[in-house]
């Protein structure tokens, strides 16, 4: 069942600004959307609204065909994992997972039965009579979705499930996650600020920030078409870098990229991905800092492996620093190592005019 | 290391010099005449009904209690509205007053001088030198004790658990019942047996509104107390000695109880 | 605007259902606690304040509140010090027979002062099992000052200990080993690291300690006689008042206690949110 949000606003009491202000998405039926934002984007409210747990100031949102607005938090009939998973402490397994057949006033057999397919869903078998703190977070969080996933709910919120828990524990049922969604298809929105997790998992990324969305998509448009710079820089972690226009063209950091449209004199700001930068060491003339052709060099201040890639901090001519993600093997081959002048070359960078600050 | 055990030595004197051996004397001196001159003191009929009197009224202020002390807990820890502060520290005075001066605000409150005891006096209504007032002055001295258990135990549960159960389709009434009482029906019944323990004990407040009659409204402590006055050492003594049992194995009983139903629901924390 | 309709019923029935439990709790509060503060305020300052001190201070009444509060200020002395004291034995020594003496601590809670009373008189009365010893040593325990001391110390024992053990707890034991580490003895550990860390707690249990036996009466009852300018307290002096039926004094007497009583109570609030600050900021 799809979910629409139209022009969502709320205020605390107290906050200046709202918490979140005229928030629109849709979220597909049956597939995962990521509501991707910083802490304190007003990512977990939109979830606690649709949820019902907070009521708007104003703002419609509708499941399927039905108003939500008339539907108490109790019929909305959502499944909800909160960060802190929430789990009865004085309630077994078996008990925090039965709780909401219970208030349906489901049959025994039925609620048993039901219980029992949950249990063997999240492999928590052999910890079913076990009290929540008993377990490990993993198994604290399964037993959160088992519970959510009980009620067969119509729409499953997962407010950041996975950040309480170590990155083994947090993979592993990641992509435990992925799995039961393509066999369930229940549609599903998952507030993160993690961009990984929303680019593994989910078909449709909404991006927030001080309580607006800033852009809508599929994760691979959102990553290769920031709609803001507030986007390219949460989303990929870009290098911001700053200059004017001059002729369609500008200058920025020792780069000179395409502007177009930007009037002259116009500020311009471009963000530079870790991938999108190619890095080659030149054959260098001793007694400069540039190479042969009179090209200056950017110099590595520190190389870091994370395994297949390598992460270079690079501090431009122009003293800009500037983070570079190169291939291990591309690393190596190239003999970089740290305190080498290399040159640095734009593959792609996104373009915005006027003078942002994030 | 001499020092070191030196110190526990001395604790245990403190502590068995005050408190046990004067315990110990009152066991000795009830059964100084023999099991039968025991059993006998507690057998008398007024014997028996102060301790009838002082465990029923202690049961139902217990009851009461229990009840109010509740939801006091839950408006201090789920309200933040105006006035809480002062509520806070009204509750914690009872524990302030002296006894004494309890019984005798409620003496001026409902005694047939005060326009409240004539009002009620007038409608046949009597609650000085009844048992009535008994409970009045009990469920006064201990209206702190539920509260204080509570309390801790109320804050502790993350509202996230109450909307968890919201989101589930449970309405406010069902999350009480299955959320909420659960997770705080150990405090409250230690909180209630306590209230009960203390009610066992009370002399103070009792002994200037229940006038002391007895067969009706003299409690086991006022009956211990005319026990001591009238040199009947072995009636006084053999009915502290059913007290002192009482209240501490009630005591015992629910730090055991509490210990046990918490270990598996807070391993590792 | 679709925000209406029933969910935000739902919720006015919520809070209606708030509102008369709050007021529900706030109106039992009212009636069993201020309505008889009201009534005996009202009783003690009918006649004036000025009515209101003499009955106070005349009749013994000076001399019963001055014993009261020498007696409260000893047993806040013996209490915080051998408080202290057990409660670290019990909290940080393991030894044969910690288990007894930690059940030993809550008896005075579970004892009726009453039976406290008695059972002193048996141990340290005429015919008491320390008796002879008593006789011996020349001094007047019973029906005297020092057997009231012991009847107030005694009621009020576990406060110190309870606290203060609650505190010692939480303390982590690191800061002592660290103060062994650099060579510091037991005692100048306690000084100088346990003590500043245990303070609020000894200061808060002190205070219980003293508002408790401000108003300790049926122990003391049964031990002091209750002579009049010698071994009347103020509670006592308030019970003698009532069956004198000099009523103003009583009711004069028992503001009197109440009051010393409140002042600790609000220096314990102002104790308990200092703790709360501090080890907020410890966090």
Known sequence: MSLHAVGLTKHFPGGGTPAVDNVTFDAPDGKITTLLGPSGSGKSTVLRLIAGLELPDRGMLRLGDVDLASVAVQERGVGFVFQSYALFKHMTVRENITFGLAVRRMPRREQADRVAAMIELVQLQDLADRFPAQLSGGQRQRVAFARALAIEPRLLLLDEPFAALDARVRVELREWLRRLHDERHVTTILVTHDQSEAMELSEHVVVMHEGRVEQAGPPREVYERPASPFVASFVGGATLLKGRAQAGRAAVSTFNVAAPGAADGADVSAYVRPHDVRVTKPATDPATENDTLGVKLARVERLTFLGGTVKLALILPDGAPMTVHMPAAEVAAHGITEGDRVLVDLAEAKVFIGDYSI | ?269 | MSAGGPARAHRLRDRAARTFLVGSACGWVGLLVLAPLAAILYGAFREGPARFFSSLLGDGGRHALLLTIALAALAAVVNGVFGTLIAWVLVRERFRGRALLNSLVDLPFAISPVIIGFALLLVLGPHGWLGPLVEASGTKIVFAWPAMAIATIFVSIPFVIREVALVLEQADLDQEQAAYTLGAGAFTTFIKVTLPNIRWGLVYGVLLTTARSLGEFGAVLVVSGGIANATETGTLFVFRSLDDRRDLAAYSMSVALAGLSLALLLAMEFVKRRVRRNSGAAR
């Open chain 2, 1 to 269: 290391m001499t020092r070191r055990s030196l110190l526990p030595l001395l604790a245990a004197t403190f502590l068995g010099g005050f408190v046990a051996l004067p315990v110990v004397a009152v066991l000795v001196t009830a059964f100084s005449d023999g099991p039968a001159a025991f059993m006998a003191a507690l057998a008398a009929p007024a014997a028996r009904n102060a301790f009838r009197l002082t465990v029923a009224t202690g049961a139902l202020v217990a009851v009461v209690n229990a009840v109010a002390g509740t939801l006091l807990a839950w408006v201090l820890a789920r309200s933040r509205c105006f006035g809480r502060g002062l509520l806070d520290a009204l509750i914690d005075l009872p524990f302030a007053i002296p006894t004494l001066v309890t019984g005798l605000m409620l003496v001026i409150l409902v005694g047939p001088q005060s326009d409240a005891g004539a009002w009620l006096e007038a409608r046949g209504v009597r609650v000085l030198f009844t048992w009535v007032a008994i409970v009045i002055a009990l469920l006064f001295v201990t209206l702190p004790i539920v509260v204080r258990a509570v309390l801790p135990v109320l804050e502790e549960i993350d509202l996230d658990q109450e909307d968890a159960a919201a989101t589930l389709g449970a309405w406010p009434a069902f999350t009480f019942r299955r959320v909420i009482l659960p997770a705080i029906l150990p405090a409250v019944l230690q909180g209630a047996l306590l209230t009960f323990a203390r009610a066992l004990g009370e002399f103070g407040a009792v002994v200037i509104v229940a006038g002391n009659i007895p067969h009706r409204t003299l409690t086991a402590p006022v009956h211990v107390f005319g026990a001591v006055e009238s040199g009947d050492l072995v009636g006084a003594s053999a009915m502290s000695v059913v007290l002192i049992a009482l209240s501490m194995s009630l005591m015992l009983i629910t730090d055991r109880y509490r210990r046990a139903w918490l270990a598996p629901r807070t391993e590792g924390r």
